[in-house]
């Protein structure tokens, strides 16, 4: 156990490891503002502390200016918007649109940041308490590393990107003042958007370490088991039963994702990458057929809003593995000689079964629909199919 570094302990070194905040810093420096509107603090913090987040006030003001200011970019994209309809209005209707979605979510985690301490928390206190679910450690030292390089190259290539691609558009474009107002405001909607983004990919890699983790473990006792045939009895059932509420704790936390992201707020979001897509193949097409001009800011919002939109598409992949990760598992569990066990023994193996079959880690909106790989495939059916519906409406309006 003196190997291990536990929350409870201050290690010798100031390196991530069994510590879920310095594995994700460098990401929480872009969500603190969007996502958590809060400082952190754990025991390789100077000075150390117990490893905890705190509302911030200043932080809390600085998301309400920037949602202010992206209202005002609402106001003057409609300000835009006159004469006799064009291609080129489409794309201020997406960025009406894109405001309006990247509010919505804002306003989601600022109102519901409880929630957010509330999963985070969870996660803090059982590492702090994983002896009492028979494991040595959650979050090895390895898996800690990895979500910090991870982290890292996420937040760094972020911002180096976005410094590069922000200066290159303005000196391609020329802009006046109120192009520059408008590229800024843009860039607001760019930094919500990516930082949540980062946010999610984080999260979700996070918790496909702490379940691999789990089922590993499962798999590595029953093996045993099976190989020595050493354990039975009183001790295999408990021994399996805290591996179980070990599994049961990560899901439940996992699904507080769920209540944090409000059923409404996910399927309006969901229809908002529609609209974008749809209005972006079309304005696409309207471009290569040379029918209207584009400017070096519709490239660069083009760019940059394709890029949310497969950010969201990864979000969704990321999902769907974590609901998926346990058949693994499932494929060893049924395949176990259970025959070989008493009644107690392959009641307890069943019931594992049982857990990991109906109570998986999946994100639902309302048992409507589930993110991940299927919801992919439904929003890129859409797409397509009115994408197509648009262009012939669009050469029957030229014709006439």
Not at 162 to 168: K, T
Not at 171 to 198: P, Y
């Amino acid at each position: 156990m003196s190997g291990h570094t536990t929350l409870n302990q201050h290690p010798k070194k100031n390196k991530p490891s069994d510590c879920i905040i310095c594995a994700l810093r460098p990401g929480f420096y872009l969500s603190s503002l969007t996502v958590f509107q809060a400082k952190w603090f754990c025991h390789h913090s100077n000075p150390p502390s117990r490893p905890h987040f705190e509302p911030s006030k200043l932080f809390k003001a600085i998301s309400i200016t920037c949602n202010l200011l992206l209202i005002l970019a609402i106001y003057n994209d409609f300000n835009h918007i006159s004469g006799k309809f064009t291609p080129k209005h489409v794309l201020l209707y997406l960025e009406i649109v894109f405001n309006i979605s990247t509010i919505m979510v804002n306003l989601t985690f600022l109102l519901k940041s409880d929630l957010k301490f509330l999963q985070t928390h969870g996660l803090i206190e059982l590492i702090n308490n994983k002896f009492k679910f028979g494991v040595y450690t959650i979050l090895t030292s390895n898996a800690a590393t990895f979500l910090h390089k991870l982290s890292s190259c996420l937040t760094v290539g972020f911002i180096c990107g976005e410094v590069l691609i922000f200066n290159v558009a303005l000196a391609l474009e020329n802009a006046d003042q109120e192009m520059l107002v408008r590229m800024v405001l843009f860039e607001i909607v760019v930094f919500s958007c990516i930082s949540f983004g980062i946010f999610g990919i984080q999260v979700l890699v996070l918790y496909h370490q702490l379940l691999d983790k789990c089922y590993c473990e499962i798999e590595t006792f029953l093996t045993r088991l099976r190989a020595t045939e050493e354990i039975s009895g009183r001790i295999f059932t408990n021994r399996l039963q805290k591996l179980q509420r070990l599994y049961m704790c990560l899901r439940d936390n996992f699904k507080i994702n769920e209540k944090l992201f409000q059923p409404s707020v996910i399927i309006i979001y969901c229809v908002f990458i529609c609209f974008l897509l749809i209005g972006y193949g079309y304005f696409a097409t309207t471009i290569v057929l040379g029918e209207v001009g584009m400017l070096k800011f519709d490239m660069y919002v083009l760019a940059r809003s394709l890029g949310i939109a497969g950010g969201f598409y990864g979000l969704c992949y990321g999902s769907q593995k974590i609901s998926t990760m346990s058949e693994k598992l499932l494929s060893y569990l049924f395949r176990y000689p259970i025959s070989k066990l008493s009644p107690l023994e392959s009641a307890q193996i069943e019931m594992l079964i049982s857990s990991l079959t109906l109570l998986k880690p999946e994100l639902n909106a309302s048992d409507i629909f589930t993110i991940g790989t299927g919801l992919l495939v439904s929003l890129s059916g859409t797409v397509v199919t009115y994408v197509l519906v648009a262009l012939q409406f669009h050469a029957l309006l030229s014709a006439n």
